[in-house]
């Protein structure tokens, strides 16, 4: 049995005229005679009675439409479901991101818009480092990451999209030496103990290119697995922290910001996902305005 023989059906059941049923569905008398008949072949039997007047349902044509106005019904609402999904209106978008992300002001804008514009779709957010972001869009288990452009130069099979430019700040206790200073350089920071956010050892993040900066060659470096531990270490005098400058807005006790300059005094924010992306809500999440 096809869709195409219920609506027939309910059409003539309801106009109890096939004349008014076939102009109701734009289609010949004959080819709707055509079709109910072969209904009736598949039920086993007659759901009208004709007269030369009108249609009338028999009781295996009473039963017969209710259940095809709920499946109809049922059928409608299904190509609502998935024509709303191809447009972006329903659905989830999975992000990763980075506290950098939030701070600069690039995720928090595009969710903003995003959601006034498709309320019905579902947003998740993960904290993950970069390397996580790009095997998760990679995987499937995130659809778009939003991370430092550090180390993502050799990533080919993902689309990369640079939103923002960063610059750097270092974050110390008030009373250390360094917070004298109205900016920082990066051979100031040659002997301290740097501490900077990265989840492992082997993040692409500032802590890679710290490494390879000629000023800072003979720093002390510890990666700490989080922004506000970063902070927290630097406030406690613990170490001097290299951030970006957007971590500025977020205020602790004892703790100055001054601006760093070098080679190092800028990291990209980048978004991450999918060439072939096939979700609608995802490409519309994708889709920012010009």
Known sequence: MELRHLRYFTAVAEERHFGRAAARLHVTQSTLSTQVQALEREVGGPVFVRTSR???LTEAGE????????TLAQADRALSV???SVSGEIGAVRIGFTGVAVLEGVLTADLRRFHRA?????????ELPPAAQVEGVREGALDIGYSPGVGLDGVRDLTV???ARTSLSVAVRHDHPLAARAAVTEDDLADEDLIVFAADEDDETVLARLRAAPGVRRARLRPVAGTLGVLALAAA???VAVVPTATERVTLPDLAYRP???TLAGVDVVTISRPD??????RAFLARPA
């Not at 039963?63 to 709920?70: D, G, I, S």
């Not at 992306?277 to 995802?282: A, D, H």
């Open 54 to 56: 009108r249609v009338e």
């Open 161 to 163: 999209i640079r939103r």
């Open 260 to 262: 760093l300059r070098g």
């Open 82 to 84: 998935a024509r709303r």
């Open 118 to 126: 498709r309320p019905e779709v579902e947003l998740s957010l993960t």
């Open 277 to 282: 992306e096939l979700s609608g809500p995802v």
């Open 237 to 239: 005098g613990a170490g």
């Open 63 to 70: 039963l017969l439409l209710a259940e095809a106005r709920r």
